[in-house]
């Protein structure tokens, strides 16, 4: 996946998601990004990749760009970035209706499962994203 061919994930405004102001809280953006690179993954990784990988955050950099609401059609799109030993760049970008209400690049940990230590991104993993 790329930027110009990012994967697609559909998202949904539960009440619980909205704040005082009227609009989809901010914490919620951040779970919406996490979602969507967990689909992602979910969506192409084999069961065997999964026994044997782990994914931690280490860093999120979002960008709010307009508030998105109860109603609206939510879905984020994702691709992968650099890598460089256990660390993986992934971008999200969110959209409401068809707008931009959010980006994000953040920086994600490759562990392994058995042991939840980190462990090199390898081929089998670029090859896949």
């Given at each position: ?19 005082d102001?009227?609009?989809?809280n901010n ?33 999120h950099?979002?960008?709010?760009k ?9 879905v984020?799109?994702?691709?992968v ?6 660390r ?29 230590r980190p462990?090199?991104v ?8």
């Amino acid at each position: 996946m790329s930027a110009q061919n990012p994967f697609p994930h559909t998202l949904l405004v539960s009440p619980a998601d909205i704040d005082d102001m009227g609009h989809v809280n901010n914490v919620v953006y951040v779970r919406w990004v996490q979602d969507v690179a967990a689909a992602h993954w979910n969506a192409l990784a084999s069961e065997e990749l999964k026994a044997k990988y782990a994914w931690v955050v280490l860093r999120h950099e979002v960008d709010y760009k307009r508030p998105a609401f109860l109603h609206d059609d939510v879905v984020g799109y994702t691709w992968v970035g650099e890598f460089h030993g256990a660390r993986f760049e992934r971008f999200v970008t969110l959209k409401a209706n068809g707008k931009m209400v959010a980006e994000a690049k953040t920086m994600w940990c490759l562990l392994d499962a058995k042991t939840l230590r980190p462990t090199r991104v390898t081929e089998e993993i670029t090859s896949l994203l």
